[in-house]
């Protein structure tokens, strides 16, 4: 038996920690520098999702588990919370996977995505949804798909790309409404570490050149102008400071809209995504504060647009956990280190967003004697010292086959990870759906 494994694993007659049977059970993990713990839910289906993700394997786990009931759970509070005259189309980039749209389908308003391999999955979820194609370098091949396969807005992002979108509609014979994207100039006060918009940046036309925009559109045979898209930024985590660009984008609206030739076909405003998701607190985005502001907001502004939210992190990342096991346990240099199976490959987003992931330590025996606690670094099996998840991260009485659980790993996760890097198996995603494990 490889000495990775020589801890006993939990069986149907020995688990622990014990599967609870009333309520989930709280982990608490404190963040470097932290003063207070910060708690973090695993819903006993969760828990048992692990178990049996455990069981299957013969190697050490390294595993995606995503809870589609507390996805359901969270999109329709999100999507109750909603004004008159508000809409919600989910980002698939955060999450493309079937399961989780097949979820998603019936409670959002649509969908966006931004490549073609996007639209395939959009069509080939059970509930045809509305979808919208963003970003950048669009293929020709792309926009064909997307026109043939009936896409409701191609958002534009440069003056070169209305006319291509132009030719290929006339081609197809599509009349093919568009949104322009704009990259405006941005009040002083709005600045994010992820910015898009009122910057350099290879996002949308410059609100200088709006004007010859709204020009080319408004001659093309087979465009139709319904309305603008402006995603200024990512991470955004002050409700406060998304009021003010909200209310900014309401205050441009009239006069970006009057620059097109019949402003009354203008209808929409797409006001992006951007919500942020803080891994490291327990305090999250005030939505409802949020969708209250809207709600005024509209009301008193004359001839509003409807206005489309299209988040992604912010509707899936609070469902999915990566789970990893404890392969070795060393010191070095007087650091502490956790040498786990996985690593960055499978999980890039702490890499990404250039923070301590929150872990939460899953002892794979009941502790037999306190044990002090030390602060560790949580690694991968990467051949480079820069496959980091989590530095100091405190626990007592850590064991080889010890399981580690990073929750919020359901949006930008393994999605985004350079999977094949040194060949190593890709990991298992299991889902919990209806409180049972199902596999994709």
């Known amino acids: 038996m490889p000495a990775s494994r020589l801890p006993a694993k939990p069986t149907s007659r020995c688990v622990w920690p014990p599967r609870p049977t009333v309520r989930p059970i709280m982990y608490a993990w404190r963040h470097r520098g932290a003063r207070r713990l910060v708690m973090h839910k695993l819903p006993e289906t969760v828990l048992g999702a692990i178990h049996e993700a455990r069981a299957l394997e013969r190697d050490p786990l390294a595993a995606f588990i995503y809870d589609l009931d507390a996805l359901q759970q969270h999109v329709s509070e999100v999507m109750a919370a909603l004004p008159a005259g508000v809409e919600l189309y989910y ?4 999450n493309s996977e079937a399961l989780m749209l097949e979820t998603l389908a019936p409670l959002v308003s649509g969908f966006e995505i931004s490549s073609g391999g996007e639209i395939e999955r959009v069509m080939a979820c059970p509930t045809r949804k509305p979808y919208v194609f963003s970003g950048p370098g669009k293929l020709d091949s792309d926009l064909r798909s997307a026109l043939l396969n009936k896409v409701e807005a191609v958002h534009l992002e ?19 409404p568009v949104f322009i994207r704009i990259n405006p100039q941005l009040p002083a006060a709005q600045s994010s570490k992820l910015a898009m918009a009122g910057t350099a940046t290879p996002f949308g036309i410059d609100e200088a050149d709006l004007a010859e925009a709204v020009r080319l559109v408004d001659s093309a045979t087979h465009l139709t102008l319904k309305g603008f898209h402006v995603h200024a930024m990512s991470h955004q985590m002050s409700v406060e400071r998304h009021e003010q660009l909200l209310d900014f984008y309401l205050q441009r609206w009239q006069a970006w809209k009057a620059l097109a030739r019949h402003p009354e076909q203008l ?43 299209e988040p992604g992190r912010f509707i899936s990342a ?14 070095s240099h007087g650091e502490h280190f956790l040498v786990c199976r996985g690593g960055t ?5 702490p890499v990404a967003q250039s923070h301590d992931h929150p872990v ?14 030390q602060a560790y670094t949580v690694v991968g099996q990467l051949c480079t010292p820069k496959d980091v998840l989590s530095r100091r991260q405190r626990f007592s009485g850590v064991n080889i086959g010890d399981l580690l659980v990073l929750p919020m790993a359901g949006a930008y996760g393994y999605n985004i990870s350079h999977a094949d890097f040194l060949c190593h198996p890709r990991p298992p995603q299991h889902f919990v759906r209806n409180g049972e494990r199902v596999s994709q």
């Open 360 to 373: 939460i330590h899953l002892p794979s025996m009941p502790p037999t004697a306190a044990s002090p606690e």
């Open 345 to 349: 490959h499978q999980f890039r987003l």
């Open 158 to 176: 440069s003056l070169n790309e209305i006319q291509r979108l132009q030719h290929l509609a006339e081609q197809t014979g599509r009349v093919q």
């Open 267 to 309: 209808t929409h405003f797409n006001v992006g995504g951007g919500i942020g998701v803080d891994y490291l607190n327990s305090q999250q985005f005030d939505w409802q504060r949020l969708c209250r502001h809207l709600e005024k907001r509209l009301g008193e502004q004359p001839d509003a647009p409807i206005l489309r939210f």
């Open 318 to 331: 609070y469902c999915g956990y990566y789970v990893i096991e404890v392969l070795d346990r060393k010191t």
């Open 91 to 94: 980002a698939i980039k955060a």
